[in-house]
């Protein structure tokens, strides 16, 4: 099977392609990788895999022509290009509007150009919006509180359309908060952790209650596969990782395993819009396709920190 992932380059894209290559995850015969090369795609990411183990394009999703001649030649469509971080898309939602839904468009057009191919879109938990209590399964309501979560439950509803109206085998992943290594330092796990072996301290938002499930990016990618070859068309697929944590006890859990204490935490003002709660149900994931999360949190956060630690001239140099 010939394989296109596009943000291949990503945190998230670039260790999906790095299971395949490692055997991990089976039935790639070809890997092609497109990727813009934005803030957080960054080709030191693919460095330590052999270089014919995969081909590497730079473009856009929203370009038409390329990513119709690419569709063309490959059976597998995994899409993780994206705009992805809620504050950049508070403070401009302009380009998250144009990669997260008109590059998922232009995607499925290519797609039914041409016969026989398998889409996935990757999407987030974000767009069931915040969950006060219990779990959100893949029937719930879909509603986004920033510009980024809308931009990816537009794109869901617009992978659907294509699979009610023209039959495409179409598939959605919804997934939890990831962690792991290559995660631009942005992100809280990932900038915190950077914060801390520059010296500085570390911003909480508010209070620091607000909750989050957490997934390994190696589990992830691993459910993100099962969709893609097993998975039914037209349906979506929560991703989990069955953690749950504040902020606030996310933060600790970090400064005790740097030996640092609270006196590195800087509150600061909450994020406009801030959704208290992301939580989702994988059940259907788990009894359909056999997904079980396999890495537990406290030994990913050990490892992800380690490596951060060891890495310091990949993160040092963004």
Request: charged share 20%; proline share 4%; aromatic share 10%.
């Amino acid at each position: 099977m010939k394989l296109l992932v596009t943000g291949g380059a990503g945190f998230i894209g670039s260790n999906y392609v790095r299971n395949i290559v490692s055997g991990k995850l089976k039935g790639v015969s070809q890997i092609t990788i497109l990727d813009k090369l934005t803030y957080a795609g960054n080709l030191n990411n693919l460095k330590d895999l052999p270089k014919d183990s995969y081909e590497f394009i730079n473009g856009d999703i929203c370009d038409e022509s390329q990513v119709d001649l690419l569709v063309a030649r490959n059976d597998l469509i995994v899409n993780f290009a994206a705009e992805t971080h809620v504050d950049r898309s508070i403070l401009d939602s302009k380009v998250f509007i144009e990669t997260n839904i008109s590059g998922v468009q232009n995607l499925l057009n290519a797609v039914l150009n041409h016969d026989s191919k398998t889409f996935v879109q990757i999407s987030t938990d974000e767009v069931y919006g915040s969950i006060p209590q219990g779990d959100a399964t893949e029937d719930f309501p879909l509603e986004p509180n920033s510009p980024y979560a809308a931009s990816k439950a537009s794109a869901d509803l617009i992978v659907r359309s294509f699979y009610k109206t023209y039959g495409l085998n179409v598939k959605v992943t919804r997934c939890t908060n990831n962690y792991g290594p290559f995660q631009f330092p942005e992100k809280i796990i990932p900038l915190f952790v950077t914060k801390l072996l520059s010296g500085q301290k570390v911003p909480v938002y508010g209070d620091g209650k607000n909750i989050r499930e957490w997934v390994h990016v190696n589990d992830h990618c691993c459910g993100v596969h099962l969709v893609a070859l097993f998975g039914a068309p037209g349906e979506v697929y929560n991703i989990g990782g069955g953690t749950e944590l504040s902020n606030l006890d996310l933060t600790e859990k970090i400064l005790r395993k740097l030996n640092k204490n609270n006196s590195s935490i800087e509150y600061v003002p909450d994020r406009i819009g801030h959704d208290f709660r992301y939580s989702i149900c994988d059940k259907k994931i788990s009894t359909k396709l056999g997904y079980h999360p396999e890495i537990n949190f406290d030994t990913g956060l050990q490892s992800t920190i380690e490596w951060y630690v060891n890495n310091i001239n990949w993160w040092s140099s963004l």
